[in-house]
């Protein structure tokens, strides 16, 4: 059984910063990709960020140069860094893990206030 615990959101004044963090554990394959998403109240989850286990990342344009992905393989770990926050990066934030099933963690609330 796969799982995602995901800590490090809050509140935080625009401009401000935060780290999340995911830590999975179970039986995971070795080559797979960890990923944050986002959900706003009366909006669909869309993408954040994404690195693959070898090294390659992806970003939301809308968040490109603000927030830096990294990754501990030998942790099965994933963070984001999120710089510059801005209040429409308020949302709960999903920790996502993907090889061949997909798995999601619980969701962290992240709110810039104004």
């Known amino acids: 059984q796969v799982q995602l615990v995901e800590s490090g959101g809050g509140l935080v004044q625009a401009g401000g910063s935060l780290r999340l963090s995911c830590a999975a554990s179970?039986?995971?394959?070795?080559?797979?990709?960890m990923g944050w998403y986002r959900q706003a109240p009366g909006k669909q989850r869309e993408l954040v960020a994404t690195?693959?286990?070898?090294?390659?990342?992806n970003y939301a344009y809308s968040v490109k140069d603000r927030f830096t992905i990294s990754r501990d393989n030998a942790k099965n770990t994933v963070y984001l860094q999120m710089n510059s926050l801005k209040p429409e990066d308020t949302a709960v934030y999903y920790c996502?893990?993907?090889?061949?099933?997909?798995?999601w963690g619980q969701g962290t609330q992240v709110t810039v206030s104004s």
């Open positions: 996502n893990l993907h090889w061949g099933p997909t798995y």
């Open positions: 690195i693959h286990s070898g090294g390659g990342t």
């Open positions: 179970g039986s995971i394959g070795s080559i797979n990709v």
